[in-house]
């Protein structure tokens, strides 16, 4: 979890490494010797960098992350919770 104060460059690394686990994720998935064992390793990951990329979007508070990015994560973060 990142302290108060995330920076965009915070944002733009965490971004980096989830899309680079998303990226992973398929490749080893869509392999033919896919070991089950290693996919919930590869979801922890994701689910980590997932956590992280969200931490650093609540902690950044400015106009730098699009409007519209602040307005999808945060309908989805309320749906959440209703």
Not at 7 to 23: A, G, H, L
């Amino acid at each position: 979890m990142l302290l108060p104060g995330a920076t965009r460059s915070n944002v733009d690394s965490y971004k980096t490494i989830f899309e680079e686990c998303c990226k992973e994720f398929n490749d080893e998935v869509s392999s033919p010797d896919f070991d089950p064992e290693y996919g919930s390793y590869l979801k922890e990951n994701l689910n980590e960098a997932w956590n992280n990329l969200k931490a650093s979007l609540m902690d950044y508070k400015s106009d730098a992350v699009p409007e519209e990015v602040n307005t999808v994560f945060m309908k989805k973060e309320n749906a959440k919770s209703s």
